[in-house]
């Protein structure tokens, strides 16, 4: 039975938990923002001060301190004393803003990392059956452009607000200390611009996502037509699937125009609404200093702190709509979470420890890839330890299912399997597929050298490479390579032959010496003579391992101890090639 995953899943909370698991940057962090947006705060005081006592003679006390403290001069000298302390406060500001940030994009980086590596493994441990109906394009899409979604809303948007709520609450302090009243007014009707673009939010983190499925489909149909390109051209259909990516991007360019301009005005809308409430406070501040006691230079001041309380108030309209946009790559995030994994068992003894091959024995085996759409049912089969056995049928019989079955790539609707006396039901699927080896009719290769297509990585002795190039008979074939091991066979091995690319998966086979060996047409691209030659050099290596063969060509199966047929999901008969050609020569070479 298969299971999802339900210790992982993306949401607002689960980011915001992730981010109070760095709590020592996260309090550096604020701690910085905190200073930074302390020394903005206090510039716009300084000049408007120096106004009211320097050109209107109010004293706000503020020049006797400068005296009294720091230095006595004229009044060219304290304004250009207190435009070096401003510029001094501003790059200092600027310099703590530049760590804060730094703080802020080293936790997104890590927490979208720790996203990527949940993903990756979770993917690892995807069921196949998942993985043939996904699409390339879209996983990556969720990999690659919704997690930089996270990482844009933690980095940037999260430090954005943190400081612009400081900056809001300092600046409201100070205009509380200016002029109480005319602040009341100001900090009452300004949170209604925020609450007016909440509403906006919404549609845009619609048009967001419209805009992030346009791209994985963009990217599917872009990725599938690549992958096969080999293929269409061979089939001259360039035009058809060419036009095909052409009209996703057209759909891409159209979702794109429409998220792109209406999430902008929304945006300046709601900066509209911004300025004309700043036009509304300053028309305010105009009639306070004519009939109350504020002053010219405080008016000034707070026309300053209204130009201040700009960014920070953007900053908080902004994440609305940055927010929409991270709850909507979330839940395509989600989707690679949903996908059914394979089970994780407990293993408590493994049978392929034991020296020298092993038996395999399917008991009542029911397998469908749709509900009510069996494909086998109720086989049994037994495969005695060393032994060599050769599953036989007509295409869509359920030969290649039941191969794949038996190396843990579906799971079983009913039935067991035992290796040795062990059941499948106890034994880890890695544990399965370390020591059974399925060789496919179409092996994948990768588009990397020669070398790494025969090792998948692991390191192996040259003695170890050649003896099983020699067994595969591919020495030949090497030789003639320019760079021999160290060539590039290209996309999917495309530098070599169907025969030459099945001969590399025989050779991947030897060197990983696994205990059993199944053969799914194999050996098919193979002209007869080669093939003679393959399997008498294989004779001895396969001597003590149990193989199972899937073929077609008469020669390779009677060289079978023991034959299976199977006829539409079903064992319809069995025996050794003898009994079952005495039984029906000319119905049994149909069905092989």
Not at 69 to 80: A, M, Q, R, S
Not at 156 to 168: D, E, F, H, P, Q
Not at 324 to 334: H, L, S, V
Not at 437 to 456: G, V
Request: neutral net charge; contains cysteine.
């Amino acid at each position: 039975m298969r299971e999802k995953s339900l210790t992982h899943f993306c949401s607002i909370k689960s980011i915001v938990g992730q981010l109070l698991q760095h709590k020592k940057e996260l309090v550096f962090g604020n701690i910085i923002a905190i200073l930074a947006t302390l020394l903005v705060v206090i510039i716009p005081l300084f000049i408007p001060l120096l106004v009211d006592e320097l050109l209107l003679g109010k004293d706000h006390h503020f020049i006797s301190f400068i005296s009294e403290h720091f230095w006595t001069t004229d009044t060219k000298g304290y304004v250009l004393g207190i435009l070096a302390l401003i510029l001094i406060l501003r790059a200092l500001s600027t310099l703590l803003s530049i760590v804060q940030t730094k703080i802020f994009v080293s936790i997104s980086k890590n927490i979208t990392f720790k996203m990527r590596e949940s993903l990756l493994r979770h993917l690892k441990r995807v069921s196949l059956k998942e993985y043939e109906m996904i699409r390339v394009g879209a996983v990556t899409s969720k990999l690659v452009t919704d997690v930089e979604t996270i990482d844009g809303f933690v980095s940037s948007t999260i430090s954005k607000l943190i400081v612009a709520v400081l900056i809001l609450v300092f600046s409201a302090v100070v205009l509380l200390w200016i002029h109480w009243q005319l602040a009341l007014f100001i900090l009452i009707t300004n949170p209604i611009v925020v609450l007016f673009t909440v509403k906006l939010s919404r549609n845009i983190g619609k048009l967001k996502k419209e805009e992030n499925k346009a791209v994985e489909l963009f990217q599917s149909s872009l990725t599938e037509t690549l992958e096969l390109f080999h293929q269409i051209r061979a089939a001259n259909k360039e035009e058809y699937f060419f036009k095909q990516s052409e009209a996703k991007a057209k759909e891409l360019k159209e979702h794109s125009v429409n998220y792109g301009y209406k999430s902008d005005a929304a945006i300046k809308f709601s900066y509209l609404v911004f300025l004309a409430g700043y036009e509304v406070f300053r028309a305010v501040s105009i009639l306070a200093v004519a009939y109350s006691d504020l002053s010219v230079g405080l008016m000034l001041a707070i026309f300053s702190y209204l130009w201040v309380m700009v960014s920070p108030t953007q900053d908080i309209i902004n994440f609305q709509y940055v927010l929409a946009t991270a709850k909507a790559a979330c839940k395509r995030i989600n989707s690679i979470y949903e996908m059914e994994q394979e089970p994780l068992v407990e293993q408590d003894t493994d049978p392929f420890e034991s020296p020298g091959s092993i038996g395999i024995e399917v008991k009542n085996l029911s397998f469908s890839y749709l509900e009510n759409k069996p494909i086998l049912e109720n086989i049994n089969i037994k495969i005695p330890k060393a032994s060599k056995v050769a599953i036989v049928g007509a295409s869509g019989s359920g030969k290649t299912t039941l191969a794949n079955i038996l190396v843990g790539f579906y799971p079983l609707d009913e039935g067991e399997i035992l290796y040795g006396d062990v059941s499948n039901k106890v034994l880890k699927l890695s544990t399965i597929r370390e020591n059974i080896h399925l060789i496919l009719q179409h092996p994948k290769l990768f588009n990397d050298t020669m070398r790494f297509n025969l090792t998948l990585g692991k390191a192996y002795s040259d003695v170890q490479i050649k003896n099983a190039l020699h067994i595969a008979q591919l020495d030949d074939v090497i030789e003639r390579l320019e760079l021999g091991l160290d060539t590039l066979v290209g996309k999917d091995g495309i530098k070599l032959s169907g025969g030459q690319r099945q001969r590399v998966a025989i050779a991947r086979m030897v060197l990983s010496d696994p205990k059993v060996v199944i053969f799914d047409e194999s050996t098919s691209a193979l002209d007869v003579h080669t093939e003679a030659k393959l399997f008498e050099a294989l004779q001895s290596f396969l001597a003590d391992k149990t193989v199972i063969t899937i073929a077609h060509r008469l020669s390779t199966i009677k060289s079978a101890e023991f034959i299976y047929v199977l006829e539409d999901g079903y064992v319809v008969d069995s025996g050794t090639p003898k009994e079952l050609l005495t039984k029906d020569e000319s119905y049994f070479s149909s069905m092989i």
